[in-house]
């Protein structure tokens, strides 16, 4: 069974503070892992997919990289605005060949100016 | 370009009442998915709409049904609500088939609160 554990739950952080979201995983066959934001009541926000190991993908202070076991979201120092919950997700394909997403239970970000 | 829309944006309902959400896929997208989100959990699969078809299920009772229209609109009903099916129902859609490697964009979900 696919599994998708992130770490830390929360992490409170100064503005300018740089640091990193861990999210590892276990599953049959990767097939993309996906990071979303995701604001208090909001849906989830795409933000990167990755495929295969030693893949990075930047989008401004925020980059995600992957290795075979775990990805890591960066952010580099943050302001007050990058304040959210940030998923992963594996991709899951299921016995009847059509895919769906497996994921963790978040990591809350506050960020303080 | 919408975006994946779903409504209501909230809904407070009765224990063993039944309850409609509706949701409208990403122009382009043709498959929907459904997924319910606890307070403080990831959103959990219940089950995936293509072709007017359930595609994949999760582990969710029979309580929980779906439709898929020729627009590809999708609706989730769900019928004798429990206290604990109070959560955040999220809508995604997917590209062509549910099949190729393709992002899911998520509408803004419905609140949902059984009372």
């Known amino acids: 069974e696919d599994q998708v554990t992130q770490s830390p739950e929360a992490l409170r952080l100064q503005e300018g503070e740089s640091s990193s979201l861990n999210c590892s995983y276990t599953?049959?066959?990767?097939?993309?892992l996906f990071w979303y934001r995701q604001d208090p009541g909001k849906g989830p926000e795409f933000l990167f997919t990755?495929?295969?190991a030693g893949e990075e993908k930047e989008k401004e202070r925020l980059k995600a990289t992957l290795t075979k076991k775990e990805s890591f979201l960066h952010i580099t120092a943050p302001k007050p605005e990058d304040s959210a919950t940030y998923l992963c997700?594996?991709?899951?394909?299921?016995?009847?060949?059509?895919?769906?997403?497996?994921f963790g239970k978040g990591t809350m970000l506050l960020v303080s100016p | 370009d919408a975006g994946v829309t779903q409504s209501p944006t909230h809904l407070i309902k009765t224990r063993g009442q039944q309850v409609t959400l509706r949701c409208s896929p990403k122009s382009g997208h043709d498959t929907v998915s459904w997924y319910q989100q606890a307070l403080g959990q990831g959103p959990q699969f219940i089950f995936q709409?293509?072709?007017?078809?359930?595609?994949q299920r999760g582990n969710f009772p029979d309580r929980f049904s779906g439709h898929q229209f020729p627009n590809y609109s999708s609706e989730l009903n769900v019928n004798a609500l429990l206290l604990g099916d109070s959560a955040l129902y999220l809508c995604a859609s997917l590209g062509t088939g549910g099949l190729r490697n393709t992002e899911a964009f998520f509408g803004q979900g419905t609140r949902l609160t059984v009372v």
């Open positions: 599953v049959s066959g990767l097939r993309g």
């Open positions: 990755l495929y295969s």
């Open positions: 709409y293509y072709e007017e078809e359930e595609r």
């Open positions: 997700a594996v991709r899951t394909h299921m016995n009847s060949g059509y895919s769906t997403l497996t």
